[in-house]
């Protein structure tokens, strides 16, 4: 059974970073593909960023481009969420999730694994 458990939300300012992490297990990471997305309240999931698992590839959505970072530690079956420069509309709770469809216009799916959610907030 896949199981998925992110850490390293909280509170910062505008401007700040924080790094989520998503522990995992029950798969594969090197060949999975893996994703994050977010949901602010009474917002659709919105899909931040996504790695392929055919060749690795790292996809991300226009809004955080140039601010976050997917990475991903095979060893440690962890995958990471580096975000800088974060913004207020960046709030939200970040879920991981598994991602055999990511490519270019990844969206996640309900039937997909996902994580519990860790929630991100970023106001002064």
């Known amino acids: 059974q896949v199981q998925l458990v992110e850490s390293g939300g909280g509170l910062v300012q505008p401007g700040g970073s924080l790094r989520l992490s998503c522990a995992v297990s029950?798969?594969?990471?090197?060949?999975?593909?893996m994703g994050w997305f977010r949901q602010a309240p009474g917002e659709d999931r919105e899909p931040v960023s996504c790695?392929?698992?055919?060749?690795?590839?790292?996809y991300y959505a226009d809004s955080v481009k140039g601010r976050f970072t997917f990475s991903r530690d095979n060893a440690r079956n962890t995958v990471y969420l580096q975000m800088n420069s974060l913004k207020p509309e960046d709030t939200a709770v970040y879920y991981c999730?598994?991602?055999?469809?990511?490519?270019?216009?990844?969206?996640?799916?309900?039937?997909?694994?996902w994580g519990q959610g860790t929630q991100v907030t970023v106001s002064s």
């Open positions: 999730v598994t991602a055999p469809t990511c490519g270019s216009d990844w969206y996640p799916r309900l039937r997909d694994t």
């Open positions: 029950g798969l594969t990471l090197h060949d999975s593909g």
């Open positions: 790695i392929a698992s055919s060749d690795g590839r790292v």
